[in-house]
């Protein structure tokens, strides 16, 4: 009987160690973000496409290519404040943890009546993001919409 007081004291104080070493202020690093990071990929083109997302989450370049009914090209975005979080309303409030970490893209440039370009995508696990991107109206060359797209954070 000893024996077994002895372990429920040893386990007891060590549980009491662990307690007050994790309570001095000691944090577990925070997971990095799915999206922060310069990213290069290739859209099925075979044309490149790269971004950049800053520290606070928010797409600030993006530089697209595009090849398709004879025209190519690159358009390049410079400057952006898009934010990567998700546009997301949960009914009833509030989202959930994991609807808060799910990281998006979504970006458009021109006009419904004009050439544009749109680009969406999302942040993966493992360094990986994929999505869209439409070439609509470009003068001379016409349209090539939901073109696919993949990227790796360098």
């Known amino acids: 009987m000893r024996t077994r007081t002895n372990a429920v004291l040893w386990v007891g104080a060590l549980a009491a160690v662990l307690a007050s070493t994790c309570s001095r202020g000691t944090t577990s690093p925070s997971p990095s973000s799915l999206s922060v990071g310069q990213w290069n990929g290739t859209t099925a083109q075979g044309t490149s496409i790269t971004f950049t997302v800053s520290s606070d989450e928010i797409l600030t370049t993006l530089a697209v290519g595009y ?16 934010p990567t979080a998700p546009n997301v309303t949960c009914i009833p409030g509030p989202c959930s943890g994991t609807h808060s970490t799910y990281r998006a893209l979504a970006f458009s440039s021109g006009s419904v009546a004009g050439p544009s370009t749109t680009v969406n995508g999302v942040f993966l696990p493992g360094n990986r993001a994929q999505g869209l991107v439409s070439f609509r109206d470009y003068p001379g060359c016409g349209t090539a919409a939901g073109v696919e797209w993949t990227a790796t954070k360098r």
Do not use: A, H
């Not at 090849?67 to 898009?82: A, I, Y």
């Open 67 to 82: 090849g398709f009914n004879g025209c190519w090209g690159t358009q390049t975005f410079s400057n952006l404040n898009v």
